[in-house]
């Protein structure tokens, strides 16, 4: 059970992350960022970074809660709902 809380828990720092770099762009005048949903480019995110010298780690630190939190979940999918039924 706690796998299932501890990626839900990531998947949301992940995502509270992805709207917190959307919201920013948004406020630099890209009109659709908040809009795009998975075609977001992150390219422009790091450019516009440079120019107003915004650290890099906070958008690593996105991929890396997004990608444990998935991780975690099918981890947690697999260990409590098997797939070889049980015999009685």
């Known amino acids: 059970m706690i796998l299932f809380i501890l990626g839900g828990v990531l998947l949301a720092i ?19 960022a908040l809009l795009q949903g998975g075609a977001f480019n992150y390219k422009n995110y790091h450019t516009e970074r440079k120019k107003h010298g915004w650290s890099a780690w906070p958008v690593y630190i996105m991929w890396v809660t997004m990608t444990a939190g998935i991780a975690m979940l099918i981890a947690a999918f697999v260990i409590y709902f098997p797939a070889v039924p049980k015999h009685r």
């Open 14 to 32: 992940g995502g509270s992350l992805d709207l917190f770099f959307r919201e920013r762009m948004t406020d630099l005048g890209y009109k659709w």
